[in-house]
């Protein structure tokens, strides 16, 4: 099992550019989570779903959009990019939500100039 | 709102030497969860707690689930250079509070 994948590793946009950052996972899991990480900051959770077709808003869902067609995929949207959304982003599968084990991605390190 | 503290916030110590950090709750728990994130990598589970008094070792980890429920503390024993990281004790709430984590350093 590769667990979570996440791609692209690294990425520059320009301001005002928009992009999709790709999450898979092969676990099977129901929940699927999106978090940013600033320098220096722990996790911040963007959006999650907690099954295909359903997601919600976290704490910092401003600027971003998500979508989850299917158990594995969860693509975050960024559009019109901002600097303030320069960041490393993480995503999470886990087999519930509460009180369980979560399993991260690799992350993908966002530069936004 | 649910309030997640961490202490330290970050440590230096040096090789071979023992740490201890804790994390309190304005809420009560009914489950520890304690993350590693090595440099440059997602956060990777350690030990999972899932009952008041509960003393648990994985290694040279050792964290316990405080009685109140609104605590724990994990201790690392004989730092090496590879403890280096954040450690992460995230709110089991719906929405996960991660929290800004206890940075730790170990000088060789």
Redesign the interface.
Known sequence: NAGVTQTPKFRILKIGQSMTLQCTQDMNHNYMYWYRQDPGMGLKLIYYSVGAGITDKGEVPNGYNVSRSTTEDFPLRLELAAPSQTSVYFCASSVRDRGIEQYFGPGTRLTVT | GQQLNQSPQSMFIQEGEDVSMNCTSSSI???W?WYKQDP??????LI?L?KAGELTSNGRLTAQFGITRKDSFLNISASIPSDVG?Y?C?S??????????TRLKVLA
């Open positions: 728990f009914n489950t969860l440059g990598e997602g956060p990777v589970l999972a899932y954040i992460f995230p089991p709430a719906y929405k996960y509070i991660f929290g800004t984590g």
